[in-house]
């Protein structure tokens, strides 16, 4: 038997404990299966099973060739299922994490489901802290710190926030020209989901104490608000370009707002990237790559 059958053997094995349900499984005798398996630890120098009348273990070193042995399957299953969809096209199923900012990948989005209909997304935005593998995605956008180096990465775009107000709101109100002033204004806060803390504002540290307003996770409800002038507001720029535009909301302190954060892709390093992913990661990047929103 080939090495490679050797190896699905010696897993079907493992994972049964058994050389006759194995066996049976495969369509061979116990007898054959014993024989495969010893011939496998005759090439390898290693006991891989401990054998009794009732009862197969894996050693030590079985349970370290297993491990391996499921990669190297795994890895080929991949590998076969790259070459069929390479052949037919990108399909599939795609899920991907995407944080809660509206005005920003709706039109790239959209554009790849059109360039590529066979591949079905499953998208779910949300402001968590997702374990990409654990929780079963296959790529993620986000933002700040990157920890997680056994993640590969690629740049999205970059953007900016903006302090911004109605001009009804500064009409009562007055504009603020500094820390001091802004501390006296309603804000409308937004609370990280991950550690409950607020964000930080620009000119104000975080023992700060706002006048009474509002705290949500809601971009789209902040941005509603500082239009209907009920407070200031700190806002990505992609997400309020047509407010500012229509000259519903203007921006404040622009000095103080110059900070820009990046958005990445982030999926789990593998030899075998799937074609639906690696079209989706790069239409992605070619979508949004050099856009700095906020200027």
């Given amino acids: ?30 007898s054959a299966v014993g024989k495969s398996v010893a011939r496998m630890e005759a090439r390898l120098g290693a ?15 079985g349970e370290k060739f297993l491990q391996r042995c499921k990669r190297i399957l795994a890895e080929v299953a991949a590998a076969e299922r790259e070459l069929s969809e390479a052949s037919s096209g990108p399909s599939g199923r795609l899920r991907i994490s995407l944080p809660r900012y509206s005005g920003l990948f709706e039109p790239a989005i959209g554009a790849f489901m059109q360039a590529y209909p066979a591949i079905e997304l499953d998208l779910d935005f949300s402001d968590a802290m997702v374990n990409i593998v654990s929780d079963g995605f296959d790529a993620a956008v986000r933002t700040g710190d990157l920890a997680d180096s056994s993640l590969m990465r690629r740049k999205l775009c970059t953007f900016r926030r903006l302090l911004v107000a109605s001009p009804a709101y500064l009409a009562r109100h007055g504009r603020p020209a500094d820390g001091a002033a802004l501390l006296r204004h309603r804000r409308l806060d937004y609370r ?27 971009v789209e409800m902040r941005v509603f ?8 507001a700190y806002l990505p720029a992609f997400a309020v370009q047509r407010e500012l535009a229509a000259g519903q ?30 079209v989706f990661i ?11 929103f906020g200027g």
């Fill in 249 to 278: 909301l203007v921006s404040l302190l622009d000095e103080h707002t110059q900070a820009h954060t990046a958005f990445w892709l982030l999926w789990p390093a593998s030899r075998h990237l799937p074609p639906r992913l690696r």
């Fill in 192 to 218: 990280f989901p991950a550690t409950g803390r607020l964000e930080q504002w620009p000119l104000l540290d975080e023992a700060a104490q706002p006048a009474p307003g509002m705290v949500c996770n809601s």
């Fill in 225 to 232: 608000l500082a239009v209907q002038g009920q407070g200031i």
């Fill in 47 to 61: 006991r891989l099973f401990q054998r009794s009348t009732r009862h197969l273990a894996l050693t030590a070193e």
């Fill in 1 to 30: 038997m080939d090495s490679l059958g050797g190896i699905a053997m010696f897993v079907q094995v493992a994972d049964s404990g058994s050389f006759s349900a194995t066996g049976r499984l495969l369509g061979l005798s116990s």
């Fill in 282 to 292: 790069d239409f992605m990047v070619e979508q949004l790559q050099d856009h700095n």
